[in-house]
């Protein structure tokens, strides 16, 4: 296929989509500003829309690519050209996204990822095109990959079943989480003898994406930011029609008012499951010899393949739902290269969304056997010391909450109420941080940002940077902090223990400087 080639033509309705939701605010203040009952709103609306369709247009015939045994090409522009040239020894990472009316036509999207790219987003995209493609490049990459280490080159099994050996065994493991009936299970296979790759397989279940949805608190944040800038968009007719309402229904009776706040509870709820479903629906990982592959999606499948090297280090979070109900959910902590998206539109990549506890640590060495993984104990280093977290926060606090008094009495309670709720945070930040060092070559840190407990365990030899802090004054009473620097995405990640006594500095640091015992 050494030649310019167009996208499928469903790349047209990909780059509609794409400027409709990238515009999608205007579309909402054209609507409320002129009003549902008007036709001009609507008009303007009809007319940014065949603009948009016009660009798309416009993109998908000026837009081409070229697949050759060497590299893929896009090309790009109308009056200023643009050609994008990827070698595969370059490409680190191949994503494949399908939306549900792609597989009819057994079409994709192919994102490209390369050692120098953004973790924010793929270097290169190829909208739409055939599934053939996708395996073209597949094998053009692979044999790249066996050229450069000088192995004879194979014929390439399609899937790891095609792998010939009469041995075959097949462990399946029941995962269910404490508080429900849900099960998941982790067919484990053994194929071939040690020098072939085992596969590993963990999936989640329907009713524990349900759990995940109802616990994901994230989504009330994102209903206050809302609610906070409704009144920047919807009239304030609708506004004053609503404040009478909800005074009417207050007089009414409280009986009344609390079945309104549960039928808005009861919406949010919705709205995180049906986010989340979307999300994780038939979430898959997988483990194919040194690449992890994980999948998951409804509307839009979405399949990532991430390479063990890439791989600096596991984040286990446990937020105060999931904490009560003993839920965690798994992160990986990656180096550039990759994209991530998580829980409601963050960053994060869910390496397992939703796991038991009493589960947890047997999937993770099922998943990442090397890692041999065991439950750490911790060692808690600043209790007692919660003066040394609180002190600045209470001259911050107090300051502000008699000048937000003195302006408003609304602003000064909301003041309180938020330094109330960071000096709760830092009160279990004191108590629950803490780490072990649970070999030569790993260390854990347990830290709790507000409401969500955290486990990061690390590999000594991906640690970038050790840093000891201190003062004159904590230094008199042998108190310090420890930072040390990991790569995630094209940054660093910084992890730290603040306010510990200098034996724990010392062991840290005497970690960090040993000679590696990885042979």
């Not at 994406?209 to 608190?217: N, V």
Request: charged share 20%.
């Amino acid at each position: 296929m050494s030649e310019k080639r167009h996208f499928h033509p469903l790349a047209i309705v990909i780059s509609l989509f794409e400027s409709i939701k990238s515009m999608f605010f205007i579309f909402l203040i054209i609507i409320f500003r002129s009003g549902l009952d008007h036709w001009y709103g609507w008009g303007a609306c009809g007319g940014l829309l065949l603009i948009l369709l016009g660009f798309a247009l416009v993109r998908y015939f000026f837009e081409y690519y070229e697949i050759s045994p060497e590299k893929v090409v896009i090309y790009k522009g109308i009056f200023r050209k643009s050609e994008t040239d990827i070698p595969y020894e370059r490409i680190q990472t191949i994503k494949q996204r399908q939306w549900f009316f792609f597989q009819p036509f057994q079409v994709t999207q192919v994102l490209i990822e390369t050692a120098g790219g953004s973790s924010e987003k793929a270097e290169a995209s190829l909208p739409a095109v055939s599934e053939e493609v996708l395996q073209l490049i597949e094998n053009f990459r692979r044999r790249e990959q066996l050229t450069a280490t000088d192995t004879r080159l194979e014929p390439l099994p399609e899937t790891i079943n095609d792998l010939e050996d009469p041995r075959e065994e097949e462990l399946t493991v029941g995962l269910s989480a404490e508080t429900s009936s849900s099960t998941s299970e982790m067919p484990l296979k053994s194929i071939g003898n040690s020098s072939k790759a085992p596969e590993y397989i963990y999936t989640i279940t329907n009713q524990q994406i349900f759990l995940f949805g109802i616990t994901d608190i994230s989504i009330l944040a994102a209903a206050f930011a809302l609610l906070a800038f409704a009144q920047e968009f919807i009239p304030e007719e609708w506004l004053d029609k609503a404040a009478d309402a909800s005074v009417n229904l207050i007089q009414a009776g409280w009986i009344i008012a609390l079945a309104l706040t549960l039928v808005v509870l009861l919406v949010i709820i919705v709205i995180s499951l049906v986010k989340n479903f979307m999300q994780y629906y038939n979430f898959k990982v997988s483990r194919n010899g040194n690449t992890l592959t994980i999948e998951s999606g409804l509307l839009e499948r979405r399949v990532q393949k991430i390479p063990l090297e890439k791989l600096q280090g596991i984040r286990i979070k446990q937020q105060l739902l999931r904490r009560i109900l003993r839920l965690s959910s798994v992160e990986l902590i990656l180096a550039g290269g990759q994209e991530k998206e998580g829980e409601s539109g963050s960053k994060d990549l869910y390496f397992l969304p939703i796991v038991s506890d009493r589960e947890l640590y047997r999937v993770l060495d099922f998943l990442l056997p090397e890692w041999d993984f065991d439950e750490p104990q911790i060692r808690f280093v600043s209790r007692g010391k919660l003066w040394y977290f609180w002190r600045w926060l209470l001259l911050i606090g107090s300051i502000g909450s008699v000048a937000g008094f003195l302006i408003h009495p609304i602003a000064g309670g909301i003041w309180t109420l938020l330094i109330l709720l960071v000096l709760l945070g830092r009160a279990l930040d004191c108590r629950f941080q803490g780490y072990q060092i649970q070999s030569a070559h790993r260390i854990c840190f347990q830290n709790f940002a507000f409401i969500t407990k955290t486990l990061t365990f690390v590999e000594r030899p991906k640690i970038q940077a050790f840093t000891e802090k201190s003062s004159i004054w904590l230094y008199k009473k042998q108190i310090g902090h420890v930072v040390i620097d990991v790569k995630e995405g094209t940054a660093d990640l910084s992890l730290s223990l603040q306010f510990i006594d200098y034996p724990a500095v010392t062991d840290i640091k005497h970690f960090f400087k040993q000679k590696s015992s990885i042979g």
